[in-house]
């Protein structure tokens, strides 16, 4: 299950176990596809003070992404906030979703829009052929590198089986034939 890049695998490993497989054949497959493009999970990248997991995600760090832009529940940077979940709110909270950073000639593309449309083009069809949504497709808050697995639960559930503790070996007892 590697994808011969040290932090995606390490990425990959913090997954619910659920996903991982099909994470790791995604990346590979989008990395072998004909496009100079290349992708990689970053194990934290440095937005100034925060840093942060591009897999599994705790929810105090989720809250500290969630601080950013913002004063409370307000909005006073509306180009610095970089999620609109607190922490259990994002499916990386519960190893169901990773972030996948474009790279072109060995540099990370920051420019958010050209990741979209990068994505969009070379490596979407990929990403639903391994059954994951996309975040670039997501109306309330667009996120591009954003992937993730929901298989039917929506974050309350996940909040709820977690509190109930619906856990095998320290995961959340996930039916992939979930039907809402
Ligand atoms: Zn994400």
Known sequence: ??????????????????????????????????????????????????????????????????????????????????????????????????????IENGEYIKDGDKNKQIIEKYFLKTIKKHGFEWGGEFKDFCDPPHIQKSFNYDTDDLIEMDKNNEKLNGYLQIDENNKK
Request: aromatic share 6%; charged share 25%; with cysteine.
């Open 1 to 102: 299950m590697s994808t011969r890049h040290k932090t995606t695998d390490e990425e990959i490993a913090s997954l619910h176990p659920k996903i991982r497989r099909q994470a790791a054949n995604c990346i590979n497959e989008l990395n072998n596809s004909q496009s100079r493009y290349r992708v990689q999970i970053s194990n934290k990248w440095k937005n100034k003070e925060i840093e942060s997991h591009g897999g599994y995600r705790s929810n105090s760090e989720q809250n500290n992404l969630y601080k950013k832009g913002r004063k409370g529940d307000t909005v006073i940077n509306k180009k610095a906030v970089v999620t609109n979940a607190k922490g259990g709110k994002s499916y990386h909270n519960h190893g169901l979703a990773f972030d996948i950073s474009v």
